[in-house]
């Protein structure tokens, strides 16, 4: 076999992913985009990265699939037996403090960058972000993934305090889509889970409902839709 194969083949993967975690005045925004990508291999186009731990708090998964799963898993198998225990729900920074106790002592061997959010009656919205290494930052604003890098100064000009639910909602679904536009690792759709003092509520944005921006060419769903479409046309000379 030829050896660029098997270096091509041999090389770890690149995940990519866009997470976004965002307070408002009332509660905090979750939002993803939904491609699950191995390399250059779209694994999955529809993925769900946000999981939820208990019936107050989710957590943005990004790095590697497999990683996030189980730290997910670990913690809201924890969380429910902290519950059961205190007979109240969990707090957002003790589920925060989980997830950084697994990522921190097992950091050589996950690949996973995590976003907690939620809502409980003693702090309000709270969002804290894990990223690899297990550090614990809480922020009123959390970006991570592939698609994080080209939105930072959208962030620093965009968010502000005491944001309205609409205003967080639109705000994580201009920066899915504008992540989405520029990176190719994140794409499909853009889910967001809004939670506050009245419960969760998810909503679902479908590729082709999300804001074009510049040189980006419309969705379509089929290839037919594509060599269907006109030409451009012939340039004369």
Same mark, same amino acid.
């Given at each position: 076999m030829d050896l660029n194969l098997m270096a091509d083949l041999n090389a770890p993967h690149s995940m990519g992913t866009t997470i976004i975690g965002v307070t408002y005045n009332g509660g905090v925004v979750l939002g993803a985009d939904s491609r699950t990508s191995t390399g250059m291999y779209v694994a999955n186009r529809a993925s769900d990265k946000i999981t939820e731990l208990t019936d107050n708090v989710y957590v943005c998964r990004s790095g590697s699939a497999a990683d996030s799963q189980i730290v997910s898993d670990y913690v809201r198998y924890f969380l429910h037996q902290?519950?059961?225990?205190? $007979?109240?729900?969990?707090?957002? /920074?003790?589920?925060?403090?989980?997830?950084?106790?697994?990522?921190? $002592?097992? /950091?050589?061997?996950?690949q996973t960058g995590l976003i907690v959010g939620g809502w409980d009656k003693y702090e309000g919205g709270k969002i804290y972000g894990v990223p690899l290494g297990g550090t614990l930052i809480e922020q009123p604003f959390a970006i991570g993934g592939s698609g994080s890098s080209y939105l930072y100064g959208f962030f620093d000009q965009a968010w502000k305090e005491g944001m309205t639910k609409e205003e967080a909602e639109q705000l994580v679904v201009k920066a899915v889509s504008l992540a989405i536009a520029r990176d190719g690792a994140s794409g499909g759709v853009v889910r967001t889970v809004t939670?506050?003092?009245? $419960?969760?509520?998810? /909503?679902?944005?479908? $590729?082709?409902?999300?804001?074009?921006?510049?040189e980006e060419l419309e969705a379509h769903t089929s290839l037919l839709d594509i060599l269907n479409a006109p030409g451009p046309e012939p340039m004369n000379i």
């Open positions: 902290h519950t059961i225990q205190l $007979g109240q729900p969990a707090t957002v /920074k003790v589920a925060a403090n989980l997830i950084r106790l697994i990522a921190y $002592g097992n /950091k050589n061997m996950l939670i506050n003092s009245e $419960g969760v509520s998810r /909503k679902f944005y479908p $590729g082709d409902t999300l804001p074009l921006w510049h």
